[in-house]
């Protein structure tokens, strides 16, 4: 057992003081104590100590193209110009770039208090189609990436067969994403194993959307994997994906969805921003999460996520960065309540009542349905749950002087800087000062990854 002393720490139930956490050797708490007394062969944390955040929606390697497509084009720029931008980019990721690029950004998200990523990932296939020697080349190289970065995985291979509604035929551009159910079965089959034997590994699965999925590949998927493993699906990002539902099926993207499966727990409907009362209402009330992703949905100009309707009805959410644009969970949190303040002209819109911290609000939620959304035990300080912490540097601007739930205001809403000063995952530090502890040489592949594709691009 290894033994830590948090001289502060965010519990269930509130800040508590010197706790002292016991760690079994795989990386799991095995108990907690608040006042504690400090004894030899304690590790003593530097400052306040959150449990890690968990980022349910990433494509690692759209990381390498942020900022990328931020010039006009000749005519008026949307998601869907975006999209081709996209397209052409992952046409250049070769397998050790992809590596390169998803440990740079892992080692990323650490620094800013992520300590568990699900990966949405949909780049299967060489550039042409053709297949890999090995199926699951593309998702190695992911888990590669999460390993030398030492960041928590929920790995969702994606399933992609179509372009559009009614089953319309995939564009050529589009290769390297396709699969058949069969194939893709055979590919979920290969990785399981590397995924059950560890508390920092979670296999899911993921159909890309309604638009990419026909019915009856939909409805043969959650038999793919054991019941409970994590479903996420891209839903209603954009207001021209919605008409399209509509003109297919008569119905609208998350009307449809919640009719046709049995969206329960284990789903994450990504985005989901264009929701009618209706879908609000029955969205909550299924116990899935809704994965918003703030800073991506700005950038794509999606629109806004009905927030305050959607908490009132006692939804679920957590937060994902995406097309990392952002690497920080306090930007996404801060972005979803200034959202809100800037269409409602008022203040901690989802502050959930009088007294309410805003910051605290938002960090219990995101952290809770991360962790469903991932479905890893993680996102709490408690016996049987990982011992991922974040240790704040209480000295930084945002943090100096404030206590409690303030700590929680500071970090999302004090000024931007990254207070976050030491990162666990599974007990084990991989972040120090708030560098990464292999950040030179992360950095080093990224840069010769970029070098590498920039003659493809
Ligand atoms: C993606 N990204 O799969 O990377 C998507 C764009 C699509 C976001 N939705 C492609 N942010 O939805 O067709
Ligand atoms: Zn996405």
Known sequence: MRRFLLPLAR?????????????DAEGIIASLQANAADQTGMLRLPGPVLPGMANLHSHA????????????????????????????????????????ISAQLYAELLCRGYTAVGEFHYLHHRPDGGRYD????????????????????????????????????????????LHDLDGFAAMLDKLGPAFAKRPDRRLGMAPHSLRAVTPEMLKAMPDLLPEGAPIHIHIAEQTAEVEECIAWSGQRPVQWLLDAMPV????????????????????????????????????????LFPAPEYLAAGGAFGIGSDSHVSSDPAEELRLLEYGQRLT?????????????????????????????????????????YRADFVVLDHDAP???????????????????????????VRGRRM???????????IARNYRAALKGMAALI
């Open 11 to 23: 519990l269930e139930t509130g800040w508590a003081e010197n706790v002292l956490v016991e760690v």
């Open 61 to 100: 390697f759209q990381r390498a193209m942020a900022g990328m497509a931020e010039t006009a084009g000749p005519e008026k720029d949307s998601f869907w110009t975006w999209r081709e931008a996209m397209y052409r980019f992952a046409l250049a990721v070769r397998p050790e770039d992809l590596e390169a």
């Open 134 to 177: 090995d199926r699951a080349e593309l998702s190695w190289r992911i888990l590669a990436g999460a390993e030398i970065a030492g960041i928590a995985l929920t790995h969702l291979p994606v399933l992609y067969a179509h372009s559009g509604f009614g089953g319309r035929a995939a564009l050529p551009r589009q290769s390297r994403f």
């Open 264 to 303: 329960n727990a284990a789903w994450c409907l990504v985005h989901a921003t264009h929701m009618d009362a209706d879908e609000i209402r029955r969205l909550a009330a299924s116990a899935a999460v809704a994965g918003l992703c703030p800073t991506t949905e700005a950038n794509l100009g999606d629109g």
């Open 344 to 384: 409602t002209r008022q203040r901690n819109v989802l502050a959930g009542g009088p007294g309410g911290s805003t910051g605290q609000r938002l960090f219990d939620a995101a952290r809770k349905g991360g962790a469903q959304a991932l479905g890893q035990k993680m996102g709490l300080l408690a016996p049987g």
């Open 398 to 424: 945002s943090l100096f002087g404030k206590r409690g739930d303030a700590l929680l205001d500071g970090w999302i809403f004090g000024g931007g800087d990254n207070p976050v000063r030491e990162v666990y």
């Open 431 to 441: 972040v120090s000062e708030g560098r990464h502890i292999r950040a030179d040489e």
